[in-house]
């Protein structure tokens, strides 16, 4: 609907978080973040959330974009590891993972996130009640 539109202005580090099919927009954020050079002075994490390990998708797609894996950092977790102890990777929600994983207080992020209804309904809502960001800094794509 137009809601995760880049907003280039902002002036604070990027987070995109996808799941399932929300990963598509997401990229277009961080080529976009990429191609307007924003990572030349500021930080995207991009998080991406999987039931399992072969759901997992992504970095392939945004490994090419200049500042890969400096200024631009991939975090794959999933929900249901398995029990033969190949995923080496975070485990859990995603929402619960960007809580945890990014420095500093969370209202100092920009966020854009799309994917499954109970995935965006509990980062925005641990985002806005549990963190006091902003609305205006919290970017879902509907």
Do not use: N
Request: hydrophobic residues 40%; contains cysteine; charged residues 20%.
């Amino acid at each position: 609907y137009g809601v995760a539109w880049l907003r280039t202005d902002a002036p604070r580090d990027i987070v995109c978080v996808a799941g399932g099919s929300g990963l598509a927009p997401m990229i277009s954020i961080a080529r976009g973040a990429a191609e307007a050079g924003l990572l030349k002075d500021r930080t995207l994490h991009f998080f991406y959330g999987a039931r399992t390990p072969r759901d997992v998708c992504g970095e392939a797609l945004l490994a090419p974009l200049e500042g890969f894996g400096e200024h631009l950092r991939y975090v794959p977790v999933v929900s249901l590891p398995g029990d033969d102890g190949e995923w080496q990777g975070e485990t859990g929600y995603v929402h619960d993972l960007v809580a945890r994983a990014l420095p500093g207080s969370l209202a100092g992020f920009e966020f854009y996130f799309a994917g499954p209804p109970p995935m965006t309904q509990a980062l925005q809502e641990m985002l806005m009640v549990g963190h006091r960001v902003p609305f205006e800094q919290i970017c879902p794509e509907e």
